[in-house]
């Protein structure tokens, strides 16, 4: 069947359009259950298993899962025990907008425990699989784009300074108190 011919009822099992991949290094299974963990809006989906034909290639025992479909806050990934060759790295990232300091503080803390403290800057945080996340108060991008540039100029003043971003904080500079 051509994707112009999928039938109304296959919504179901449809496969987002766009994924993000998470390359594991044999930690996938461990991985998404920490991010289940976390995000309340949160399900697993369909796994694949490695099987013999490809072991040349793969290297990885029949029955060890491949691949973990899952589900965050409405956004779908895939999480693969891929191995050791290829790392996380900060040029990708995953922001949460959140609507409180009592969520942004929610998300930091958990997502901060067994991360990388060095990575920590200016909202951004290194979870304890490398994976690199944004914890953004959504009233941070109307400071942002104010058309008053002194007041964007003071609120990215006291963002450069924090590591986990405290709305009180960034408020205080943008009203320039």
Known sequence: MHFEERQENEVD???QKIMANFWFNQNAEEAV??????????????KTYFIKEGQEIHGMPEG????????IEGQEFVALNGGPM?????????IINCDSQEEVDYYWDR????????AQVCGWLKDQFGVSWQVVPT???????????EKAARVTRAMLQM???????L???YDGR
Not at 64 to 71: A, G, L, P, R, S
Not at 86 to 94: D, K, Y
Not at 163 to 169: A, G, H, S
């Open 64 to 71: 060890t899962v491949m691949t973990i479909e899952f589900q």
């Open 33 to 46: 259950d920490f991010y289940m963990s976390i995000f309340k809006n949160s399900r697993v989906g369909r």
């Open 86 to 94: 290829f790392q996380f790295t900060e040029a990708v990232s995953f």
């Open 13 to 15: 099992s449809k496969i």
């Open 139 to 149: 009233v941070l991008n109307d400071m942002m784009a104010d058309s008053d540039i």
């Open 111 to 118: 997502l901060t425990a067994g991360g990388d403290e060095k």
């Open 171 to 173: 408020q205080q500079a």
């Open 163 to 169: 590591k986990k971003l405290d709305i009180p904080t």
